[in-house]
C-alpha cells in the first residue's frame, strides 16, 4: 500500500510502485495443478523487468520457465509436429488416389502452409477429450 501524508502527492517511486506492482494470493493447490501468469511489458528504464514472488507454503516448488510461441493456445513445435504427422497419414492417400499429380501437389503445399493450425487443433481437442474421459 502507497502511504501518502494529508495534503501530499505522490512521489516518483510511489507512482512506479503504485503502478508496476501487482499482489496475487493463490488458494491451496492439488497436487499437479499449476498456476501460469503471463506478462507483456515494456520496461522504462534499460533495466530488465524483475519477478519477485513469495511462497508462504512449506513444500511448493516454484519453476519459472521461459514462454515459448504458441499457436491457438499450444506450443508452436507440438502443433507443428502433430500437423506433420497429420499431414503424412491424410496426404498419402491423396497421392495415390489422386490421377492428376498437380492436385496433389496444390493440396500438399496448401496443408504444408498450414500445417500447424491443424495441430493444434489436433492436440487441443485430445485435451478437451481426455478431460472429458478422467474428469
Known amino acids: 500500500m502507497v502511504h501518502i501524508p494529508e495534503g501530499g502527492e505522490l512521489t516518483e517511486n510511489q507512482k512506479d510502485i503504485y503502478l508496476?506492482?501487482?499482489?496475487y494470493l493463490v488458494p491451496v493447490?492439488?497436487?499437479g495443478q499449476t498456476l501460469n501468469i503471463t506478462y507483456l511489458n515494456t520496461p522504462k528504464s534499460k533495466n530488465n523487468?524483475?519477478?519477485w514472488l513469495s511462497v508462504q507454503k512449506k513444500g511448493v516448488k516454484v519453476k519459472f520457465s521461459v514462454p515459448y510461441n504458441q499457436i491457438l493456445g499450444v506450443s508452436q513445435s507440438r502443433a507443428v509436429?502433430?500437423?506433420i504427422i497429420i499431414g503424412i497419414i491424410s496426404l498419402?492417400?491423396?497421392?495415390?488416389y489422386t490421377s492428376i499429380s498437380?492436385?496433389?501437389?496444390?493440396?500438399?503445399?496448401?496443408?504444408g502452409l498450414f500445417v500447424q493450425i491443424p495441430g493444434?487443433?489436433?492436440?487441443?481437442?485430445?485435451?478437451k477429450i481426455r478431460e472429458i474421459i478422467g474428469g
Open 81 to 83: 509436429l502433430a500437423g
Open 20 to 23: 508496476g506492482q501487482r499482489e
Open 29 to 31: 493447490f492439488n497436487r
Open 49 to 51: 523487468p524483475s519477478i
Open 92 to 96: 498419402i492417400p491423396t497421392v495415390i
Open 120 to 127: 493444434a487443433l489436433t492436440i487441443k481437442a485430445l485435451k
Open 102 to 111: 498437380w492436385i496433389a501437389v496444390v493440396i500438399a503445399f496448401l496443408y
